[in-house]
Every structure is written in structure tokens, then in C-alpha cells.
RNA sequence: GCCCUCAUCGUCUAGUGGCCUAGGACGCCACCCUUUCAAGGUGGAGACCGUGGGUUCGAACCCCACUGAGGGCGCCA
């Protein structure tokens, strides 16, 4: 095979979303997999959609996924690396004027003077008929002397290509097999705008030819231009490279995964908690196995391994459900000391993003943070859970209902009286470590005649608020004799006060 | 309407003619572990492999038709 270079040519018109970058992920795979080179190239030939944040939001997703390119824009976003640049289509008009020019001499491609309006016209006259839409090949026959005419007096104009109208254009697509289209049924597309700017047709072909891509690889959505490509290749007789369709991913009901359903972009993921790895590992997963039983599969395994045979064609559906899963392997696969760093900025978040409460003094102590992620770190399937996970551990004043103190067969008496005692021989401990508070909490219940589930139940509640939480005399640790101390004398008044 | 693609548990998938009375994973249920919640372990329910025809000694796997779903049909990519 001769080498590999694949590129990822989004358009910059949002955020990265999810199918997008998992066509980013595989064609960075197959490079890496084929020690080839992965290439990011901005089609940003549409000026009215362009929006301008968008360049660096795709790049910031790329970098969080650990997708880096060796082709392509420069790290500030405004110029480009590599040889074969600029990698921004927007800076290669002249290039692009060239070859639909050439098209033109070569009676490939005409000029096309139809107003939009007729077009629309046109479009809406053969919706009626119930006729297949498509130009209706107004132009493409005009005489040379009205081309000439109408170029001299400066009419609106676009290059449209020629279609053959006999034969057929087959390609060899190496997910989807062979795959045929009778050329008749192919329209005169749009090479040239008529505000010079290329279509993505052309910049395609020519950036693709241009740039040595070897093999494109990217959605289905994609597959019924593949033929006007093909075309298009031939028209300039050149060879064209390795199509590959990949399924798309699919939203609840099915259809293509889009705004609707729900937060799609990449940065939402990154910015809920999920780790970059885990990310990369589910969207491997929509499409592609690496056999019929792993799931997790370390980047290094998944480059190894990668391969187009592998790549599903039915469209899949994005299952959260199965990426909050990956998130937690992966979390607990985390060195507790990463852990901490990561958890940090999303416990710092304000409390109405998913943060600590308000009352929380920040930032937060980072030793202190340390401490906790031990006891949480099983029980985190994002990271953004961590707050509401954590609370109690920083929280000053806890509220919650006294109710809950009193544990399933005891009473409000019973209740108050073990507390009370566990509060007595817990003040005079000396030593403030788990192993030690159990054997003592673990005698006191014996003594009191309570099932251990009941007495460290009552002791939970008051000491976090909560009926769930870490194992408990561990918490205690963390949370510090003094801290917990008055918890369970609040409690006690607590209780005390109720009805 | 026309063109193209696709079709195995709810979902992601394994499966390329006999190893399949269809395997794994998420989710769900139960049990074990256990101070709660998780995590972990074990087990279970869950797919007559979209339907109907072929081919073959034998079909989830090959062929045909049908049906269904999706994608595309822009001076958007």
C-alpha cells in the first residue's frame, strides 16, 4: 500500500458533534494504524454559515481526544502546518478558479447564467410534476456567443460540471462494497459559485488530489456524492483515492444525531465530566469491534488493532447509558492522586453548574480533596456527580430531616439513647481512624443490643446527612473528630426538638 | 417521487455454510459480598437472526423478491 494520508475536513459552521468526531477518531486510527498521517483540513467554502469560533472548538475537541494532526491549521488557528497548505479551503480560491477554468476549456464544466430565482422555480414546477429534482440543464448548450454576452455585461454566473448522460460510475467502497449509479440520474452540479467561492464538490477533489489523500473515509451521508466525485476525478484525469462510508450515528429514534437530540457536541462531554480515553473508547465502539468480547480497549490496543474490515455498515445508536459505563472503568482506572486534579474544577464550579454549594468556600483544599477521592472514586461515573457525591464532606451546617436518624425497628427514645452513647465514647477516642472507630462503634452495638446495619445507620445520618454514602467509618476519617463530633451533637439536638 | 445504503436480544455488537438449541457488553432482575450506596462476583430474563421464496445434505451467513428503516436529491457541507 503505498502511504497512508487521510484527512478529517470538517466544516466549520458549530461545534465538533459526535459523529463527526468519531469520523475524525477512525481516520486518526487507520494513519496511526498505518503509521500514515492524519490531516485537518477547514472546508470553510460557505460564507454565510461560517462562524468563526468554530476553527478553534474543533480544534479544542480534537486535542482533548488526543486526535492530533501533523497537517493542517496551527495551533492559534490561523495559519498551517504541514507541506501541502494552506489547509484552510477559503485560502485556496486561485487554485480552485484554476481547475473549474480548465474544466471549462476542456468542456467538462459551463457557465451557468440561471437566477436563483428561476432555479426555485424550476425546483418547484418538477416537485409538482413529481419529477426527480435537479437542474434542469438550462445552460448547457448556450451558444458561445451568448456566453460571451452575458459574461460582458457581468450576469451572475456558475460553473456548473457537464454530466455524461450515458454509462454508469461504480466504486469499489471498502466498507460498503461495490456500489453503482447510472450516470443519467446524476444532475449538472454546482462547481462555482457565483461568488467565486468553490462548492464542496471541487474544493474536495482538488484538495484531496492535491494534498495525496489516500484514502477517504467519512459518513454515509456522504455516499451519494461519491459518484459526481468520481466524475469529477476522471474529468481531470486523475486517480481517485479509497472511499470508505462509515455508518452514521444515530439519535433515540433513529434518524441522523443532530441538535435535536439532545447535547452532541464533543466540548458538552468533556465539559460533564467524561474523560477524553472513555470518550474515544465508546465512539470506537459505534461501528467498530476489536473482536466479540472487549469493550475496553486502551488507545494503544484500539490503534494496533484498527482495521476498515472491522467497521460495521448498519447505523448505530448513541447509547449513554453504555458511555457513562466506559466513564466509570475508566474513572476507577485513574490513580487516585489524577482523580483529585480532575475533580478539582468541577467541585470548584458554581453551585448552579453542578458545583459545590455556595456556602463552600473556594478553592477548595486540595490535601482534603485527596483524602475523599479514595472513598468516592468506585462510586463516580462522571465527574460532574462529584459535588452532589461530596457535599457533606465540605459543607459546614448539614440539613435533613431528623426522621432519618431513626433506622428501620427503633424509636425515637432508642434512637436518641444510642447516639448519645455512641457520642460519649467517641468523644473520649483518642485515636481518629477508621479500624479503631469500628471496633468501638462495633462494641457499643453489641452492648446496645442493635444490629450493626441499624446503630451505624443513625450514626451515618447524623454524621452526613445522608442515608447513602461512603463506608462510613472511613468517612469519619476524613471528616476529623471535631467535625464530626458536633454532628452528632447536632443531631441529638436535632432529634430532641422534633415532635 | 427518484437514487443509494442498511436490516442478529431494548441498545452497541460477535458471527463470512456445519463449532449457533446464536456469543459478549450496556441496561434490567435475582442472589452473594456487605454498616448504607457503589464497586466486584454469580446467575437470570431478553433475538424463532425483518418477511417470503430459492441454492445446498446443511444457512444468521449465498441468491432473488418484498417489507421496514435511514441517508441523499441546494450557488450547504
Redesign the pocket.
Same mark, same amino acid.
Given at each position: 500500500m503505498k502511504s497512508v494520508r487521510v484527512r478529517y475536513?470538517?466544516?466549520p459552521?458549530g461545534d465538533p458533534h459526535l459523529g463527526s468526531v468519531r469520523t475524525a477518531l477512525f481516520n486518526w486510527l487507520f494513519a496511526r494504524r498505518h503509521g500514515g498521517t492524519f490531516i485537518l483540513r477547514i472546508?470553510?467554502?460557505?460564507q454565510?454559515?461560517r462562524v468563526d469560533t468554530s476553527v478553534l472548538a474543533i480544534m479544542e475537541g480534537l486535542k482533548w481526544l488526543g486526535l492530533d494532526w501533523a497537517e493542517g491549521p496551527a495551533d492559534d488557528g490561523r495559519g498551517s502546518k504541514g507541506p501541502f497548505g494552506p489547509y484552510f479551503?477559503s485560502h485556496r480560491l486561485n487554485l480552485y478558479h484554476k481547475y473549474a477554468d480548465q474544466l471549462i476549456q476542456t468542456s467538462h464544466a459551463y457557465r451557468?447564467?440561471?437566477? =436563483?430565482a428561476r /432555479?426555485e422555480a424550476v #425546483?418547484r414546477a418538477q416537485q409538482q410534476a413529481?419529477?426527480?429534482?435537479?437542474?434542469d440543464r438550462h445552460c448547457r448548450d448556450l451558444p458561445a456567443s451568448e456566453v460571451e454576452q452575458q459574461m460582458a455585461a457581468g450576469t451572475?454566473?456558475?460553473v456548473r460540471f457537464r454530466m455524461p448522460q450515458e454509462g454508469a460510475t461504480s466504486i469499489h467502497?471498502l466498507?460498503?462494497?461495490?456500489?453503482?449509479?447510472?450516470r443519467k440520474?446524476l444532475?449538472d452540479?454546482?462547481l462555482l459559485?457565483?461568488?467565486k467561492?468553490?462548492?464542496?464538490?471541487l474544493?474536495?477533489i482538488v484538495d484531496d488530489h492535491h494534498m495525496q489523500i489516500s484514502h477517504v473515509m467519512r459518513a454515509?451521508?456522504?455516499?451519494?456524492?461519491t459518484p459526481r466525485h468520481v466524475m469529477l476525478y476522471e474529468a481531470f484525469g486523475w486517480q481517485h483515492p479509497q472511499f470508505a462510508?462509515m =455508518?452514521?450515528i /444515530?439519535g433515540a429514534? #433513529?434518524?441522523?444525531m443532530s441538535k435535536r437530540h439532545g447535547s452532541t457536541s464533543v466540548l458538552a462531554y468533556r465539559d460533564e465530566g467524561y474523560l477524553p480515553d472513555a470518550m474515544t473508547n465508546f465512539l470506537a465502539?459505534?461501528?467498530?469491534?476489536l473482536?466479540?468480547?472487549?469493550?475496553i480497549i486502551p488507545r494503544e490496543e484500539m490503534i494496533r488493532h484498527f482495521s476498515i474490515?472491522?467497521i460495521?455498515?448498519?447505523?448505530?445508536?448513541?447509547?449513554p447509558?453504555?458511555l457513562?459505563?466506559?466513564n466509570?472503568?475508566y474513572i476507577?482506572a485513574l490513580q487516585p492522586a489524577e482523580l483529585a486534579e480532575k475533580l478539582v474544577p468541577f467541585l470548584e464550579k458554581p453551585a448552579d453548574e453542578g458545583g459545590l454549594p455556595a456556602t463552600v468556600k473556594r478553592p477548595v483544599n486540595r490535601a482534603y480533596v485527596s483524602k475523599l477521592v479514595p472513598l468516592v472514586q468506585?462510586?463516580?461515573?462522571i465527574l460532574s456527580e462529584g459535588a452532589e457525591l461530596t457535599s457533606f464532606f465540605f459543607e459546614e451546617q448539614l440539613s435533613y430531616d431528623p426522621a432519618l436518624l431513626i433506622q428501620k425497628g427503633m424509636d425515637k427514645a432508642g434512637t436518641l439513647n444510642a447516639l448519645k452513647l455512641a457520642t460519649e465514647q467517641l468523644d473520649t477516642q483518642p485515636v481518629w481512624g477508621?479500624h479503631a472507630l469500628?471496633e468501638l462503634m462495633r462494641a457499643l452495638a453489641e452492648q446496645l443490643n442493635l444490629?450493626?446495619?441499624q446503630f451505624?445507620?443513625a450514626i451515618?445520618v447524623a454524621v452526613t446527612g445522608?442515608?447513602?454514602?461512603?463506608?462510613?467509618?472511613?468517612t469519619m476519617e476524613v471528616l476529623g473528630k471535631e467535625r464530626s463530633m458536633a454532628r452528632l451533637r447536632q443531631s441529638i439536638d436535632m432529634l430532641a426538638a422534633q415532635a
Open positions: 475536513a470538517p466544516s459552521t472546508e470553510d467554502t460557505d454565510g454559515r479551503q451557468c447564467f440561471c437566477s =436563483p /432555479l #425546483r413529481k419529477v426527480p429534482p435537479g437542474y451572475p454566473h456558475v467502497d466498507v460498503r462494497g461495490d456500489v453503482t449509479w447510472e440520474l444532475d452540479f454546482v459559485k457565483s461568488d467561492f468553490p462548492t464542496y464538490h474544493a474536495n454515509e451521508e456522504w455516499l451519494p456524492s462510508h =455508518p452514521l /444515530l429514534d #433513529r434518524s441522523k465502539l459505534l461501528g467498530w469491534s473482536d466479540d468480547k472487549t469493550e474490515e472491522r460495521t455498515k448498519a447505523g448505530a445508536i448513541f447509547n447509558e453504555k457513562q459505563w466506559i466509570g472503568m476507577r468506585e462510586r463516580l461515573r477508621a469500628e444490629k450493626a446495619g451505624f445507620g451515618r445522608r442515608t447513602a454514602t461512603p463506608p462510613l467509618f472511613q
